[in-house]
């Protein structure tokens, strides 16, 4: 498939029109600050209940808190519009070759990263080498270039991707910021240098970074490298986005409330609510790739049993906690991926709730006795497993719902010991294996993440320490599903051994599913263009104004 060479913008009086009508539809903004066109100007104040990010630039590691920030001043190749379907974006057109083991991209001759250097096909190529190469610490950018064994300049605005098998998932993967093309020259300044002031194409440069307080990016004037959905040409709009790190919920939605603040992340299922008729709009942007679930380690005991993975899943009643935590603002999910992923199986048959076969399955594995504390015992081992939680991803709700799964599974004899921990010892835990439950919101665009999180490979860490495979599934018919789904292009027959391999998944009470990543901003009335990428769900505040 070739793509064409650009795509129409839309004007900017069409965009504002757009814009103005979805306000006023949603009642979210005083008629006085309905604008009928976009304002250049101003400074938005956006405030993250995310971890701070331990370096911007989203190469290294790979984490959505880095995805959020980077998608202000980093492009990638293409992107993908409303419907799912790939567009361009630094990259004008690509193709094939027959044999699918290489890609030829023609990029744009145009642009110009923000130091200077020029946009062109020796870019592209020490960005890919950049992520490949064990020294940058890659997790997500280098699993999702896996399959790129090395690149070839045709011209200076042409590259060719040589792969090592066929991958069905490789546009995809160039869409996603962990991806996103960096100024080589900047790259060059070494890790530390370049992690405090990464340079992109993007419509936004950094500036300033408080650690532990703020960012500062400032409006790109020469900017003029759009996504090709993207709804006006040029700069953007806004003259500064000073990016906040408040990790207190409440305070974080106190401080848009009081007009502190401008938009927020990470928002309570509480306070969506509340934020009705507030003049607040709440963007619901469920991430791609993976649902948010709770995957139980089968590399070790006591998971390594499927019949006391079975019992937990059986025990674990997160239906009323989901109902009664989140307001409406989340569906229960029955598959391992997210409801935007077409190909997604539900399959709630998997996940019925019934204590007497859990306690049925607990004694055909030999767990028949209970201690004097009503925990399940076998061999003078009490039946306890350990939950790391990350409390920079999981909001309290989130929270609050593992310790009423807490409570149920104990009726059955588990011990569940929920351990609270920032996101950097969260990742020391499961680098270290020393866990038996984990809830890891793994965000990939396409089906392909289940390759990612289910594959055995994954199971052997990347460069970073990190390894995707938390459930430590491995199984040969598996990983035989998974290699030739990556690999066909017909679409039928990609279905099809998704399914299956979803299936496989589910049946063996790997993992126990919850509902889609919570991907949830609060946007003040003030605001008008704030989108989410179709990519990786991100705000973009490219097209974004503010009312005056």
């Not at 929920?418 to 996101?423: I, N, S, Y």
Request: hydrophobic share 40%; glycine share 6%; aromatic share 8%.
């Amino acid at each position: 498939m070739r793509a064409p060479a650009h795509f129409a913008h839309r004007s900017i009086a069409a965009a504002a029109g757009i814009t103005a009508l979805t306000l006023l539809l949603a009642g979210c903004t005083p008629a006085a600050q309905q604008n009928t066109e976009p304002t250049a100007g101003g400074t938005l104040v956006y405030a993250s209940g995310d971890a701070e990010p331990t370096c911007l630039d989203p190469h290294v590691g790979g984490n959505y808190p880095q995805a959020l920030i980077a998608t202000q001043y980093l492009e990638s190749l293409v992107s993908k519009d409303a419907d799912g379907q790939i567009i361009p974006w630094l990259a004008t057109a690509w193709e094939p070759a027959e044999d699918g083991l290489s890609w030829k991209f023609q990029l744009r001759d145009d642009v110009t990263f923000t130091d200077g250097t020029p946009f062109n096909a020796e870019a592209v190529q020490a960005n890919v080498e950049h992520l490949l190469d064990p020294a940058t610490t890659s997790s997500t950018g280098y699993l999702a270039l896996g399959k790129v064994a090395s690149t070839d300049i045709v011209d200076e605005h042409t590259i060719r991707f040589n792969l090592s098998t066929p991958d069905s998932a490789l546009l995809d993967s160039l869409s996603m910021p962990w991806v996103a093309i960096q100024s080589p020259t900047a790259l060059a300044r070494g890790m530390d240098v370049n992690c405090e002031s990464p340079v992109g194409t993007g419509p936004f440069i950094v500036t300033d970074w408080k650690r532990q307080d703020s960012i500062t990016l400032v409006r790109n004037d020469d900017y003029n490298s759009p996504p090709a959905d993207a709804e006006h040409d040029g700069p953007a709009y806004l003259d500064e986005i000073v990016w906040r790190f408040i990790p207190d919920s409440a305070s974080r939605f106190a401080a848009l409330q009081s007009g502190q603040v401008d938009v927020i992340d990470n928002a309570q299922p509480s306070d969506i609510a509340a934020a009705e008729g507030q003049g607040i709009t709440d963007l619901d942007a469920p991430r791609p790739g993976a649902s948010n679930r709770i995957e139980l380690n089968s590399g070790k005991a006591p998971f390594d049993d499927i019949r006391v993975r079975e019992a937990f899943i059986r025990a674990a009643d997160v239906n009323d906690g989901i109902e009664a935590l989140f307001f409406g603002t989340a569906d229960r999910s029955y598959s391992v991926l997210s409801s935007v992923e077409t190909l997604g199986l539900s399959a709630e048959e998997h996940f019925g709730i019934d204590p007497d076969a859990a306690n049925a399955l607990l004694d055909e594995a030999g767990w028949t006795e209970r201690d004097g504390d009503g925990y399940r015992v076998k061999n003078g081992q009490r039946l306890s497993v350990d939950f790391p939680v990350s409390t920079n991803q999981s909001i309290p709700a989130e929270q609050s719902l593992f310790e009423q799964i807490q409570a149920a599974v104990k009726q059955v004899g588990f011990e569940v010991r929920l351990k609270p921990m920032d996101l950097s010892s969260w990742y020391s835990t499961l680098i270290g294996n020393d866990y038996n439950l984990v809830s890891a919101p793994y965000t990939k665009v396409g089906p392909d993440v289940l390759r990612i999180l289910y594959h055995s490979d994954s199971i052997t860490p990347a460069p970073s320490g990190y390894f995707a495979n938390l459930a430590q599934l491995n199984d040969p018919e598996v990983d035989a599903l998974l290699t030739e789904a990556s690999q066909v292009t017909d679409a039928d027959e990609r279905a099809a051994l998704y399914a299956e391999v979803q299936e496989l998944i589910l049946s063996g009470f790997y993992a126990l599913p919850l509902y889609d990543q919570q991907n949830h901003f609060l946007v003040g009335g003030n605001v008008s263009g704030l989108r989410a990428m179709p990519t990786v769900s991100t705000p973009t505040f490219y097209d974004a104004w503010l009312a005056r």
